[in-house]
Each structure stands twice: as C-alpha cells, then as structure tokens.
C-alpha cells in the first residue's frame, strides 16, 4: 500500500515479532509525527542496546557483562538450575520471587517444523554446567506447548540417567477461569498435578 520510504519503514517494523501489519503501521506513523529528538533518543537506544548486550557466559542470559547479575549473586543456590526457553522467561520466573537457584537458557526449543533440533540449543552447555555434580536438581520451565513439551521430554531422558532430580513446573487451571473454558490438555494437567487439602 505504501510505498518507498514509509513502504519500507512499516515493512522493517513488522517484521518484529508480535507486531502485525496494522501494529507496524501505527508505529511508522508514530515515528513519522514525533519530534525529531524523541526518535533519535529511540534510535540510538536501539543501536546501543546491540552493541552492549551479550549472552551471559555461564547461562546465556542477556547481560552487559561476561556474566548475568544473577550468576555473579553469591546468594543464589548452586545446586538448583532452571532452565527455560528465552531471556524474557527469567523475567518472569523472577516476579514471582519464589525461585532461589540459577538459569540455563536453551535460546528455543525443539521445532522439527522449524528445522530446529536439539544441537541448534544450548543443551551442551547445560551438560558442560552439570559435569561437576554440584547440581542436584534441573527444573524444567519450558512452554507448555507441543514445542516446549517436546523439548521438555527430550531433556528429562537426558538428564534423569545422570543422577540430577528432574522436576517440570506444574500447569493446570489459571485463577479466575471457568472449567468450560478449558482445553482438554490444561484440565488434564490440572487434574494431574492435583493436590491433597488438608
């Protein structure tokens, strides 16, 4: 629709993930309208964050030093790693503040469809970090989804033969939803991971 600089500009912007044709658009027009200083302060923010932001060396999260601010904590257990799919999924796991180890994250999971396997993540590295034996236990934090599932399974049958307790989080039920609104897979995990009350 839009063609030359704009045309390019909206086409650049929607290839970011969660961002749609409409979205894209929205964005350009934004840019295009706010003050010059706005959109440089923006751009060079971008560029900066590129040329800072590395892969932390022990568990691959996004840091501006060799390690992550959360290997370098000398109150984190050592004997506990969770490992997840993306940086983003820290984030989430650390909002909850119930989670006291350290990360291993894959940067994916197993996508056959995609033409990712299990050497296009960083599962070497996870077995490198458990070679010594101080771990003792591997919680598996993937998306519960076929992707996450299948990377989740391939990593329990590696791992369980190496003596390392192997845990995969809970899922079921979100609070504040309805039964009939549940798929099958999520009422069935819920009933799986049931609890006694007492």
């Not at 929205?26 to 892969?55: G, M, P, Q």
């Not at 236990?137 to 003596?163: H, K, Q, S």
Request: aromatic residues 6%.
């Amino acid at each position: 629709m839009y063609e030359g600089v704009i045309g390019n500009l909206i086409e650049k912007l929607g290839r970011m993930p969660g961002v749609g044709p409409k979205s894209a658009q929205r964005i350009a027009f934004w840019i295009l309208e706010a003050d010059r200083e706005d959109v440089s302060e923006l751009a060079n923010s971008i560029l900066e964050a590129k040329a800072k932001v590395r892969f932390c060396n022990t568990c691959f999260n996004l840091s501006e030093a060799e390690q992550c601010r959360i290997c370098l904590d000398t109150r984190r257990d050592l004997k506990t790693i969770c490992v997840v799919e993306e940086s983003k999924d820290v984030i989430a796991i650390e909002k909850t503040r119930e989670f006291k180890g350290r990360y291993h994250i894959l940067g994916g999971a197993i996508s056959p469809i995609d033409g990712i396997g299990p050497d296009d993540l960083r599962i070497k590295e996870l077995l490198t970090r458990l070679a010594d034996g101080s771990v003792m236990e591997v919680i598996v934090a993937t998306d519960p989804n076929l992707e996450g599932e299948a990377t989740a399974t391939y990593l329990t049958r590696l791992l369980v033969p190496l003596g390392i307790t192997v845990s995969r989080l809970a899922s079921g039920l979100p609070v504040g939803g309805d039964l009939e609104y549940a798929d099958e897979v999520t009422l069935g995990r819920a009933f799986e991971g049931r609890r006694q009350v007492q």
